[in-house]
């Protein structure tokens, strides 16, 4: 059985950084395009990033360029986002996801979700 | 970038068919047959329900289908039920911006 487990999040103030895990089991892990989706509590789902399974590919979306940094480790199974500059607008649930199709979206299998407040 | 567009609800009986649309654009929902639907129950992860446009995952209830025509995706969710009341997202790749993935603003189900 798949399983995902982020871990990282927690309060920090405008300006500051911040770095998620995402540690994987049950799978090839790098097999496997990974992504970060975000979620304000009461809101929609807001794709992040992706990294392909070797780790030479990834995008961002617009409003992270620049200030978010995907990587991952194969070798210890786990996918990090490393978030600088960070907003108040940043604040969210981060979700980590396996990709079953070529990093296309099609994401089965999710973490539980770790909680990023941005606040002064 | 602009999400893919939902309706805000749809709700219907219990045994009662149903289909939530998805409307993107020729750059993302009309380009490519990478279309998925998240099921959300509150307060937990989503879940994968179709991809690639029509593909069921492993273990989900054959009452969900998904299908698209053009611009617009749907999922259909035959006999409805009280668990299936839940938000519902879709999702498609896009080259709207280079290489992403893009999210529907999400439809709330409710099993009257």
């Known amino acids: 059985e798949v399983q995902l487990v982020e871990s990282g999040g927690g309060l920090v103030h405008p300006g500051g950084s911040l770095r998620l895990s995402c540690a994987a089991s049950g799978l090839t892990f790098s097999n496997y395009w990974m992504h970060w989706v975000r979620q304000v509590p009461g809101m929609g789902l807001v794709w992040v990033s992706r990294i392909r399974g070797d780790g030479a590919d990834s995008n961002y979306a617009d409003s992270v360029k620049g200030r978010f940094t995907i990587s991952r480790d194969n070798a210890k199974n786990t996918m990090y986002l490393q978030m600088n500059s960070l907003r108040p607008e940043d604040t969210a649930v981060y979700y980590c996801?396996?990709?079953?199709?070529?990093?296309?979206?099609?994401?089965?299998?999710w973490g539980q979700g770790t909680l990023v407040t941005v606040s002064s | 970038q602009s999400a893919l567009t939902q309706p805000a609800s749809v709700s219907g009986s219990p045994g009662q068919w149903i289909t939530i649309s998805c409307t993107g654009t020729?750059?993302?929902?009309?380009?490519?047959?990478?279309v998925s639907w998240f099921q959300q129950h509150p307060g937990k992860a989503p879940k994968l329900m179709i991809y690639e446009v029509s593909n069921r995952p492993s273990g989900v209830s054959d009452r969900f289908s998904g299908s698209k025509s053009g611009n617009t995706a749907s999922l259909a969710i035959s006999g409805l039920q009280p668990e299936d009341e839940a938000d519902y997202y879709c999702?498609?790749?896009?080259?709207?911006?280079?290489?992403?993935?893009?999210f529907g603003g999400g439809t709330k189900v409710t099993v009257l």
């Open positions: 020729s750059s993302d929902v009309g380009a490519y047959n990478y």
């Open positions: 996801a396996r990709d079953v199709v070529l990093g296309s979206g099609s994401l089965d299998g």
């Open positions: 999702s498609s790749y896009t080259h709207r911006s280079i290489n992403t993935v893009i």
